[in-house]
């Protein structure tokens, strides 16, 4: 089992910046994968960013691509994601995600194995 706990989310006014962190426990931090969704009210999960075991390969979706970046440290077990330029549509609950399998990093929602609780993030016009 891994236990994921983001932290960082807030109230942002259009234009800044929020760095959020998900810390990992239970397991060897650096065989897993990780993952950023979020979820806007009424609307599916979908994929943020993600990073593969040593942090060298990232992923991004079009939407965030430029504006975000993701990073890990194995050694502290924590993955970050920082948000720059922040948009009223980026408002979302931010969950981080682990998987162990996928020989690479996946976008894929249903390949993650392990699930934060995620932190609510709000940008204001």
């Known amino acids: 089992q891994v236990q994921l706990v983001e932290s960082g989310g807030g109230l942002v006014q259009a234009g800044g910046s929020l760095r959020l962190s998900c810390a990992a426990s239970?397991?060897?931090?650096?065989?897993?994968?990780m993952g950023w969704f979020r979820q806007a009210s009424g609307k599916e999960r979908e994929f943020v960013a993600s990073i593969d075991r040593s942090g060298r390969a990232t992923d991004f979706a079009d939407s965030v691509k430029g504006r975000f970046t993701v990073s890990r440290d194995n050694a502290k077990n924590t993955v970050y994601l920082q948000m720059t330029s922040l948009k009223p549509e980026d408002t979302a609950v931010y969950f981080c995600?682990?998987?162990?399998?996928?020989?690479?990093?996946?976008?894929?929602?249903?390949?993650?194995?392990?699930w934060g609780q995620g932190t609510q993030v709000t940008v204001s016009s």
């Open positions: 995600a682990a998987e162990e399998t996928e020989p690479f990093t996946t976008r894929v929602l249903l390949a993650y194995d392990y």
């Open positions: 239970g397991r060897t931090f650096s065989r897993f994968a």
